[in-house]
């Protein structure tokens, strides 16, 4: 008996009932991707058509966006062959990749985040003098919010001449640093970013994230699979926690362990992209003990086509994650517990480059139950469900489906 959680970063099913607060109104990540596959407007050299994911459909996809937003999206109306789907409406405040994936552990965030203004620059002139004199910088570029990509493309070069990092934010609770990894170096953008966490602690930011790149100039400039994010940990025990203390074996993938500030995160498993990630997946399930969990997070729907507003390259990225899904089913045994779900949306059909407020589908695959899930009150009856299948004791938030 194991439990599995897949979070396909980023994979909204339709806005949550506050998302107006956040600008959202309106957002759908996978109901926008799906009407633009329909009508031609996601063609690629990649794909083409309608929206393809009968694996995702089959275990209740397009009947969970109903359940979000009163309406299936085109070619999402296949047959359900598993009846356990829901949607569920995050109870945090924001958007962020921590938020999201902490409550769906068992622990929302019951405070706001700390966020630096849209100014130029936007992060305060104490916290940049401290910066590069902790850090022996000869100062910064950037200092503003920014696409990761668009950013690199335009400082890169100096950032290579120079020896400055390039640190910019964005509408999560971030501070990001760019940095080369030959001239400027791997390790000393890990360095530096050490610095930085310690520094913005008194903010309340949920990350530093490093995000080195290569390449010689603007026209080839590309980040690398060495991200690296420093998180603060969760304020409450997690589903990872409650699974440490019981001596349960923990397999996590991808970054995951970043997310839980590498608190209870068990054997860690990275993969180049969300292919490699699906092979880490398989790898960590095959090693898996009887009563463990795998937390796995699949980066690329976000970082590559959410942020980057890629239509044509999100539908893509579900179509090979949905062609791989079978790999997984038929792995599992009869009492394991499957639950694929989301954190967040990144609607690249809207405005901006930012997460959007979105509730997320919660798909379950078990033979121990054929209950329905409906609509969720909170992210938390996801690890509550887990815990139960585990037989680990109940997290503070969160009620089993």
Same mark, same amino acid.
């Given at each position: 008996?194991?439990?599995? #959680?897949?979070?396909?970063?980023?994979?909204?099913?339709?806005?949550? +009932?506050?998302?107006?607060?956040?600008?959202?109104?309106?957002?759908?990540?996978? !109901?926008?991707?799906?009407?633009?596959?329909?009508?031609?407007?996601?063609?690629?050299?990649?794909?083409? *058509?309608?929206?393809?994911?009968?694996?995702?459909?089959?275990?209740?996809?397009?009947?969970?966006? $109903?359940?979000?937003?009163? $309406?299936?999206?085109?070619?999402?109306?296949?047959?359900?062959?598993?009846? /356990?789907?829901?949607?569920?409406?995050?109870?945090?405040?924001?958007?962020?990749?921590?938020?999201?994936?902490?409550? #769906?552990?068992?622990?929302?965030? +019951?405070?706001?985040?700390?966020?630096?203004?849209?100014?130029?620059?936007?992060?305060?002139?104490?916290?940049?003098?401290?910066?590069?004199?902790?850090? @022996?910088?000869?100062?910064?570029?950037?200092?503003?919010?920014?696409?990761?990509?668009? #950013? #690199?493309?335009?400082?890169?070069?100096r950032h290579m001449r120079t020896g400055m990092p390039i640190c910019y934010t %964005?509408?999560?609770?971030?501070? /990001?640093?760019?940095?080369?990894?030959?001239?400027?170096?791997?390790?000393?953008?890990?360095?530096?970013?050490?610095?930085?966490?310690?520094?913005?602690?008194?903010?309340?930011?949920?990350?530093?994230?490093?995000?080195?790149?290569? *390449?010689?100039?603007? %026209?080839?400039?590309? $980040?690398?699979?060495?991200?690296?994010?420093?998180?603060?940990?969760?304020?409450?025990?997690?589903?990872?926690?409650l699974a440490e203390s019981a001596g349960r074996d923990i397999v996590t993938i991808?970054?995951?362990?970043?997310?839980?500030?590498?608190?209870?995160?068990?054997?860690?498993?990275? @993969?180049?992209?969300?292919? @490699?990630?699906?092979?880490? %997946?398989?790898?960590?399930?095959?090693?898996?003990?009887? @009563?463990?969990?795998?937390f796995a997070n699949f980066i690329d729907f976000d970082t590559l086509y959410g942020?980057?507003?890629?239509?044509? !390259?999100?539908?893509?990225?579900?179509?090979?994650?949905?062609?791989?899904?079978?790999?997984?089913?038929?792995?599992?045994?009869?009492?394991? =517990?499957?639950?694929?779900?989301?954190?967040?949306?990144?609607? +690249?059909?809207? $405005?901006?480059?930012?997460?959007?407020?979105? /509730?997320? +589908?919660?798909?379950?695959?078990?033979?121990? %139950?054929?209950?329905?899930?409906?609509?969720?009150?909170?992210?938390?009856?996801?690890?509550?469900?887990?815990?139960?299948?585990?037989? =680990?004791?109940?997290?503070?938030?969160?009620?089993?489906?």
């Amino acid at each position: 008996m194991r439990a599995l #959680i897949l979070v396909m970063d980023s994979v909204g099913i339709g806005g949550a +009932p506050d998302a107006a607060r956040y600008g959202d109104d309106g957002a759908d990540t996978v !109901g926008h991707i799906a009407e633009a596959c329909m009508a031609g407007r996601a063609d690629s050299a990649a794909r083409e *058509g309608p929206l393809r994911i009968p694996n995702l459909v089959a275990l209740g996809l397009g009947q969970a966006c $109903r359940l979000a937003t009163g $309406r299936v999206p085109p070619g999402l109306d296949g047959r359900v062959e598993h009846r /356990q789907f829901g949607c569920a409406t995050e109870i945090s405040k924001g958007k962020d990749t921590p938020s999201g994936h902490w409550e #769906i552990s068992g622990v929302p965030v +019951p405070f706001e985040w700390g966020y630096f203004p849209r100014t130029m620059p936007c992060f305060p002139a104490d916290l940049t003098r401290a910066f590069c004199e902790q850090a @022996g910088l000869p100062g910064i570029l950037g200092d503003c919010h920014a696409s990761g990509t668009e #950013i #690199i493309a335009e400082f890169g070069e100096r950032h290579m001449r120079t020896g400055m990092p390039i640190c910019y934010t %964005s509408a999560d609770s971030v501070f /990001q640093i760019a940095a080369h990894e030959e001239t400027f170096g791997l390790e000393r953008l890990y360095e530096i970013c050490a610095i930085a966490r310690r520094l913005i602690d008194l903010l309340n930011i949920g990350r530093v994230i490093a995000r080195p790149f290569v *390449g010689t100039n603007a %026209s080839d400039f590309k $980040r690398t699979v060495h991200r690296r994010d420093y998180s603060v940990p969760p304020p409450g025990r997690t589903i990872l926690d409650l699974a440490e203390s019981a001596g349960r074996d923990i397999v996590t993938i991808g970054k995951i362990d970043d997310i839980f500030a590498h608190r209870a995160t068990g054997r860690n498993m990275r @993969g180049d992209g969300n292919d @490699g990630l699906f092979d880490a %997946s398989l790898k960590g399930l095959a090693s898996l003990a009887d @009563g463990g969990l795998l937390f796995a997070n699949f980066i690329d729907f976000d970082t590559l086509y959410g942020h980057r507003r890629d239509v044509a !390259g999100y539908a893509a990225a579900l179509e090979v994650f949905d062609e791989r899904l079978p790999e997984l089913l038929s792995r599992l045994r009869s009492d394991d =517990l499957l639950i694929i779900t989301a954190d967040h949306g990144c609607d +690249p059909t809207w $405005r901006g480059t930012d997460h959007t407020r979105e /509730q997320v +589908p919660i798909l379950a695959r078990t033979t121990q %139950s054929s209950a329905p899930i409906g609509r969720r009150a909170g992210f938390a009856d996801i690890g509550a469900t887990a815990a139960r299948h585990l037989d =680990l004791p109940e997290p503070l938030h969160g009620a089993h489906f």
